[in-house]
């Protein structure tokens, strides 16, 4: 009966401690500094994470989670080869600031702008 508790303490134990770990998105890059990036690039069109060319399209977790652009890869994918009416910044800004304004974006998607 003592090892039936112990393997159910182990299995609760586990299972906290993955649930704890998925609480809070970590991102590979700085949203700090992807907050400037964002503001002399992204703003005029995403605007408090809005979209002025297509509004089912913004920046909000719920348009990102439908458009499939929900997680670091697909923002950066996104920001880098630009698709339809956004531009691609992959030739103005370097991989680093592309990473930094995905975490941004990501951040504050998760914080509902």
């Known amino acids: 009966m003592k090892r039936f508790f112990s393997a159910i303490a182990l ?6 401690l993955m649930v704890t770990n998925m609480a809070s998105p970590a991102f590979a890059g ?17 605007i408090g994470g809005g979209n002025v060319v ?19 890869e697909a923002v950066v994918t996104q920001v880098t080869n630009g698709n339809g ?19 941004y974006v990501l951040d504050q998607s998760s914080k509902g702008w």
């Open 85 to 103: 009416a956004m531009p691609a910044f992959g030739g103005k800004l370097s991989a680093e600031d592309i990473e930094n304004v995905a975490t």
């Open 11 to 16: 299995v609760f134990g586990a299972i906290a």
């Open 30 to 46: 700085d949203a700090a500094a992807g907050q400037g990036i964002f503001a002399n690039n992204c703003a005029a069109c995403h």
């Open 54 to 72: 297509n509004a089912a399209k913004t920046l909000k977790q719920d348009d990102l989670k439908a458009n499939g652009k929900d997680t670091l």
